[in-house]
């Protein structure tokens, strides 16, 4: 029944432009942000869970840092050993030549100067192995570091090397308890280059791992929230069209009134 007071086709036209235009607003947010969910309105659900794996991240970034961290204070101590143990070899020469009956006192002065002088060149190298005030080649203290985001640690052990503290050297009998505390030393140096290295592997094969995990939920994410824009590309281009079909129908119903106005004419 043609009426002026209800227009029920203005009313349906009306009631699908306005679930259009939603449409439309939902699918230019998904263009303009790249997500499909991006709030709890999307989908309340998988925006619950895609919150869980962002905090997940943001740990594995915590936790890559950390290792990154605990490599530098192993590394620091491992250059320093290497520097030591290089070192160490000019010592032992050093040694063997003070060992000589036969050099004179000028050359056993400069002999014995020059050991004094590398002694403490490698006493410098062992109390210097620090890094961010940590110093793992000559403390008592191991360093843990979070190695996983349940919070699981790696240690790297201290080696608590001591310093050398060789005196001078005036002839072949002391030379011998000289060697002796020097090859004493050198495999304390020699043990911390083999655990200090352990260390740093370990250390790496972790990072790696905690990397790769961090990788494959980042994949996982995107697989559950982003937008495929190909899709709301086109799905947005149909909208419009829709759009402005629904806009013209509206048009159409609201004229339909006006054909009351013929059954008043004469």
Known sequence: MPSV?????????????????????????????????AGSADDASTFAVAQGLRADIKSYVAVSSALSGAKAVATVAVTAAESISNRLQDVKAKVLQLADDSISA???????????AMIAEVNSY?????????????????????????????????????????????????????LAELNTFKAAID????????????????????????????????ALVDADMAKETAALQALQVKQQLGVQALGIANQAPQALLSLLRG
């Open 126 to 178: 062992l109390q210097s192995a620090s890094y961010n005030g940590t110093n793992v080649l000559a403390s008592t203290n191991n360093v843990k570091t979070v190695a996983n985001i349940d919070a699981s640690t790696i240690t790297i052990t201290a080696q608590n090397v001591q310093n050398m503290t060789m005196t001078t050297i005036t002839g072949s009998a002391s030379s011998t308890t000289a």
């Open 191 to 222: 043990t911390a280059l083999a655990n200090l290295g352990a260390n740093v592997k370990a250390i790496d094969a972790q990072n790696e791992f905690i990397k790769q995990v961090n990788e494959t939920v980042t994949v996982g994410l995107g």
């Open 106 to 116: 000028a050359s056993r002065a400069s002999y014995q100067t020059d050991l004094q």
């Open 5 to 37: 007071n209800t227009n029920i086709g203005a009313l349906l036209a009306q009631k699908y432009l306005r679930a259009t235009s939603d449409q439309l607003n939902s699918v230019q947010n998904h263009v303009s942000s790249g997500l499909r969910v």
